[in-house]
Structures are given as structure tokens and as C-alpha cells.
């Protein structure tokens, strides 16, 4: 059975991600966020990319 190399998947190119503008708060820093990727819901915190990030690695372990 032959293995297929992971160069061989054709390229894929994702547009961009349209940023919403808008006004938010950090909920672990309270840093300023004034643009996301996504429509945040207001029953859940909003991060911004650095504890974000922090959380990431302490939740997966990574």
C-alpha cells in the first residue's frame, strides 16, 4: 500500500476573513479590541489575541 506524501494535496487559498469593527473589552486584561473575526455573543468572554492565546496552550496542553 502506497502512502500518499503530504505535498501532493493540492493548495488551497482561503480568502481572507472579514473583520468585524467594533468596540470591545479583554475579559482576562481588559485590553481594547476594536476588530474580530467573528460576531461575539454577549453570554460568552471575548479575548484578545494574547490571552487567547495563553488559554489555548494551558486548555490543549500544548
Known amino acids: ?6 505535498d501532493d494535496r493540492p493548495s488551497r487559498d482561503f ?3 472579514k473583520m468585524l469593527k467594533g468596540n470591545w473589552k ?4 481588559g ?4 476588530e474580530l473575526p467573528f ?5 460568552r468572554p471575548t479575548y484578545c489575541r494574547e490571552c487567547w492565546q495563553k488559554r489555548r496552550t494551558q ?3 500544548r
Open 39 to 43: 460576531e461575539p455573543s454577549p453570554d
Open 1 to 6: 500500500m502506497a502512502f500518499k506524501k503530504f
Open 31 to 34: 485590553k481594547e479590541i476594536t
Open 26 to 29: 479583554c475579559a482576562d486584561c
Open 59 to 61: 486548555k490543549f496542553g
Open 15 to 17: 480568502p481572507p476573513r
